[in-house]
């Protein structure tokens, strides 16, 4: 069974410029989410949606950063204009479903930013 | 718990020795962790879960015990091998469909041969 797939897997761009990242989870889960995770830190959620549909987006900040999963399947994550502390490493998650006690999330290998 | 920032907590074992990495967590009400292993370059990978209604769950080689008393928990890892080498977390799911995971501070874990 495929993995969840990212990509770009490494970026660099300048600070101000923008910057966007590809998912496209495990075939059948209806849950996808990105998160973000610094250096020497745990993964922190941005953004969870079920289906085309966003269920937590709290944690996202809403002025530079954006997310779509228009299809359902496949999603973008966007950062317009990029800072300087955006640099970090974004997974992208993907699971069953929702609203049980346990929905395993499986992670895909990230996406390395790096805004100079 | 929570991310507390570049310092991660170390544990270098020698390859075939048990070892123990630990997780404190702050929410009384907390009802299930997940223990996370992350190889570097990789995602975090599914190792182990335990609610709260269990005080020690086992797997294959690993065993996480919890204490809700002192609001703590461990993950054992025993005979431990040189593929055992990432950073490890604990997590509780969380938010209204527990997916919102919360990743507590990591343990980096290195094993010599």
């Known amino acids: 069974e495929a993995g969840v797939a990212q990509s770009p897997r490494y970026k660099i761009i300048e600070k101000r410029q923008s910057v966007a990242f590809w998912c496209n989870p495990i075939s059948g889960h209806a849950t996808l989410y990105w998160y973000q995770q610094i250096l020497g830190q745990g993964p922190k959620l941005l953004i969870q949606?079920?289906?085309?549909?966003?269920?937590?987006d709290s944690q996202l900040p809403k002025d530079r950063f954006s997310a779509e999963r228009l299809k359902g399947v496949d999603s973008t994550l966007k950062i317009q204009p990029a800072k300087l502390e955006d640099s970090a490493v974004y997974l992208c998650?993907?699971?069953?479903?929702?609203?049980?006690?346990?929905?395993?999330?499986?992670f895909g290998p990230g996406t390395r930013l790096t805004v100079l | 718990g929570e991310s507390v920032g570049l310092h991660l907590p170390t544990l270098s074992v020698q390859e075939g020795d048990n070892s123990i990495i630990n997780c404190a967590y702050s929410?009384?009400?907390?009802?299930?962790f997940i223990w996370y292993k992350q190889e570097s370059g990789k995602g975090p990978q599914f190792i182990i879960d335990i609610r709260s209604n269990m005080d020690k769950r086992q797997g294959q080689r690993v065993t996480v015990l919890l204490n809700k008393t002192v609001k703590h928990l461990s993950l054992q890892i025993a005979a431990t091998q040189p593929g055992d080498s990432a950073v490890y977390f604990c997590a509780e799911p969380g938010g209204t469909s527990y997916g919102k995971l919360t990743f507590g501070q990591g343990t980096i874990l290195t094993v010599h041969p």
């Open positions: 929410n009384s009400a907390s009802d299930y």
């Open positions: 998650a993907s699971s069953l479903g929702w609203g049980t006690f346990r929905h395993e999330q499986f």
């Open positions: 949606f079920q289906n085309n549909g966003v269920v937590d």
